[in-house]
């Protein structure tokens, strides 16, 4: 049997799940709200486009379609995402925020470059020092909230 076929055969996504979520102490809500924002970036990233396109929402969707419909399939292992109320439940918390960012987010990018009260904010964030400190801030707070999660 080649190795792709037996990892595969031993792979149970349902169980990596429950890894994760014990792994990060992150309740399940959480996890689909945060997965759903790390598919997005991801997905614009590897797509080469802004966040607020509708390609890696697309993204987005499929990966949470395929998730939710495993979740009602699966019978290896009991949980009780099984039902159609949690699946429901699961695809709008993992939704939310990048159809936010697709519905709402080219309105204020055209804010932006129209000028207005907004143009000291993008000289700030053209501002290559000012990403990098913003960045490395975000990465300590978040490396921070794990830690003493």
């Known amino acids: 049997m080649n190795p792709l076929a ?6 149970n996504w349902t169980v990596t799940k429950m890894d994760l979520g014990r ?16 598919i997005l970036t991801l997905a614009a990233f590897v797509l ?3 966040p607020w396109s509708w390609r890696p929402w ?14 009602l399939v699966q019978t ?3 949980t009780d995402e099984g039902n159609l109320r949690g699946s429901f439940h699961d695809f709008w918390l993992t939704l939310a925020w990048p159809t936010l960012i697709l519905l709402l987010y ?10 207005g009260i907004l143009v000291p904010l993008r000289r700030l964030w053209h501002d290559r020092a000012f990403r990098i ?3 490395g801030g975000a990465l300590i ?3 921070a909230s794990v830690y003493f999660w």
Do not use: K
């Open 133 to 135: 400190g913003l960045g």
């Open 141 to 143: 707070g978040l490396l």
């Open 106 to 115: 080219p309105h204020f990018v055209r804010l932006e470059h129209d000028g």
């Open 76 to 78: 290896r292992f009991p």
């Open 58 to 71: 697309l993204v987005v969707l499929v990966a949470e379609t395929i998730n939710e419909l495993y979740d």
């Open 48 to 50: 080469r486009r802004p």
């Open 23 to 38: 792994l990060t102490g992150l309740p399940d809500d959480a996890m689909h709200v945060l997965s759903g924002m790390a």
């Open 6 to 11: 037996e990892f595969l055969d031993s792979f």
